[in-house]
């Protein structure tokens, strides 16, 4: 039961209005540099690094986790819809 708790304020520790702006963008960047044909998910998570070192600990792992999963999806929308892997 404890483990729950903890999870769960963790969780509450995310909700915040700043982290939510931060999802957004990161995942909106995401999406736009996944659709780009050459850029790949890992290449837009080095670019975000050095946006990253202002920000603490926990956003900025959120913030490129976004940006990894946007990046991922942006690729596949492309992928699908020209029908090239």
């Not at 044909?37 to 975000?48: N, Q, S």
């Amino acid at each position: 039961m404890e483990r729950l708790t903890e999870f769960v304020s963790a969780l509450a520790g995310f909700a915040t209005l700043a982290a939510l702006f931060h999802v957004t963008w990161a995942t909106l960047l995401g999406i736009f540099v996944g659709s780009l044909p050459g850029l790949t998910a890992t290449m837009g998570v080095a670019l975000l690094t050095t946006l990253t070192y202002t920000l603490d600990r926990d956003t900025a792992i959120l913030v490129l986790i976004c940006m990894y999963v946007g990046a991922i999806y942006g690729g596949s929308r492309t992928a699908i819809l020209l029908n090239i892997p």
